[in-house]
């Protein structure tokens, strides 16, 4: 790894942090949400045509943290699949009496000026870890570019500091743990000696987009008893996979299908028992669990059979007279 820093300060309070870190995370109830856990943080409409749900992270840790204070600040790079970033979460925890508030901030180059910040009160940090939640003003950014989320307070000292977790062996291959000694005016890569690799504890959170009403296209008549093809596609707007559920109008459904490629065309079988007119409706989900705003609809026609009753046949057939007058009348004479 090319331009490391093992800088005597870091060296230092890594050292001083790996028991402390340790213990608090091993010994002590992790008070932390546990729907942090959860893949999709939902915004509640009857269509979930715009939701929150987590874009990267990192969660599992060593049990050992990465210092930051005053001149020593700390940043993660990321690559985002989401178009709007809305807030981050870190595991931190405090050594010593630091009570500075920590800033927050997303920036596109580790020299470059914030594009969002959020300043939170130090006392949310506890001396052992928990999940602390960043929720800045939402922004707009460029999917697959690198990103950083930079991590600072004002105060502390050598005893008296923040951390964050982190796990080795570069356990996030979209970005790396960054530091700098003299408050963002230079920036390396950290390696810990005999921790290789280190990446921090982070969940980033962004708004993914619906798929477009599902398209159904296939016969509109048929005979019961027959089976029928179907084919159904929608696009989403970010290219995420997508998942169908389809109803058929006879009381019976598909379940979720997929998932399968945004712009997809898939093809699904059905038969219809019995004679009438149905109804076909299909919605789209992606892998986020964003649902189309409404249902894809489509109508079949099942036509009855033409069916000359046979008994009245028979009679007319033996009652060739009765037949003539019923003739007869129909034609008014």
Request: aromatic share 12%; with cysteine.
């Amino acid at each position: 790894m090319n331009n490391k820093i093992i800088a005597i300060i870091i060296c230092i309070l890594f050292m001083g942090t790996v028991c402390s870190a340790y213990a608090k995370t091993k010994n002590n109830s992790i008070t932390k949400n546990e729907n942090i856990f959860s893949e999709f943080k939902i915004i509640e409409s009857r269509y979930l045509d715009t939701i929150e749900v987590i874009d990267q992270k990192q969660t599992t840790d060593c049990g050992y943290g990465c210092p930051f204070f005053s001149n020593l600040w700390l940043a993660q790079g990321f690559i985002p699949t989401l178009e709007t970033i809305t807030r981050v979460e870190l595991n931190l925890f405090k050594e010593g009496s630091i009570t500075s508030d920590i800033t927050l901030s997303i920036r596109s180059d580790l020299m470059g000026s914030d594009l969002t910040s959020v300043t939170i009160d130090g006392s949310q940090v506890y001396e052992y870890s928990n999940w602390i939640d960043f929720d800045f003003t939402d922004i707009d950014i460029i999917t697959g570019e690198m990103y950083y989320i930079v991590c600072r307070t004002t105060g502390g000292s050598v005893i008296n500091y923040y951390c964050c977790l982190f796990q080795v062996n570069n356990p996030y291959s979209g970005g790396e743990v960054w530091g700098s000694l003299n408050s963002g005016a230079s920036w390396e890569i950290i390696e810990y000696p005999g921790y290789p690799d280190p990446d921090g504890c982070f969940i980033t959170y962004g708004l993914d987009e619906a798929p477009n009403i599902p398209n159904i296209n296939g016969p509109a008549k048929g005979k019961p008893g027959n089976e029928y093809t179907y084919k159904i596609s929608t696009i989403d707007p970010e290219g995420h996979d997508v998942l169908y559920y389809i109803e058929w109008g006879d009381n019976t459904n598909s379940g979720w299908l997929g998932p399968y490629n945004s712009g997809e065309e898939i093809s699904i079988k059905h038969t219809w028992i019995n004679p009438g007119t149905y109804t076909i409706r299909a919605k789209a989900k992606d892998i986020y669990q964003a649902t189309s705003s409404d249902w894809g609809f489509f109508t079949v026609i099942m036509p009855k059979d033409k069916l000359i009753n046979l008994q009245l046949l028979n009679f007319f057939e033996n009652h060739l007279n009765i037949l003539k007058l019923i003739i007869l009348i129909l034609h008014g004479v």
